[in-house]
């Protein structure tokens, strides 16, 4: 069980990376939205600052998955993002659920994995 676990925190890893890197770097065209998709992107992309801030927080995550230090950290931390990846191709754009599915279902994987470490967080002291 050890082995999936360090294999699906690198891919995890190595897909937040990738995907944090192709937006700062623009590595990849960004493909051309429609409807309710497009009108969700352009609300986030006015903002300014929701997608970088999002990206960095992948690309630190990421790499904490990739390395394997901070792992508990990094899993709290994603995990809302993940969250919003797995709504976003619910709702908005279904070409995308089975990545976004598979990044839901890791972060719930690794936190599961390392469940001792949040019960000083669950206490109600």
Known sequence: MKIITIIVRVLLGLLFVFASASYFFELAPQPQLTGDMKTFN??????????????????????????GRFIPLATVVIFPIAVNILGVHAFLAPEGL???TFV?????????KHKGHYNMLLQSK
Not at 104 to 112: D, G, K
Request: include cysteine; aromatic fraction near 14%.
């Open 42 to 67: 352009d609300g986030l992309d006015a903002s300014g600052y929701i997608m970088p801030t999002v990206k960095a927080i992948e690309l630190i995550c990421g790499i904490a998955f990739i390395v």
């Open 98 to 100: 089975p990545i976004a």
């Open 104 to 112: 839901f279902a890791a972060t719930v994987f690794l936190a599961y």
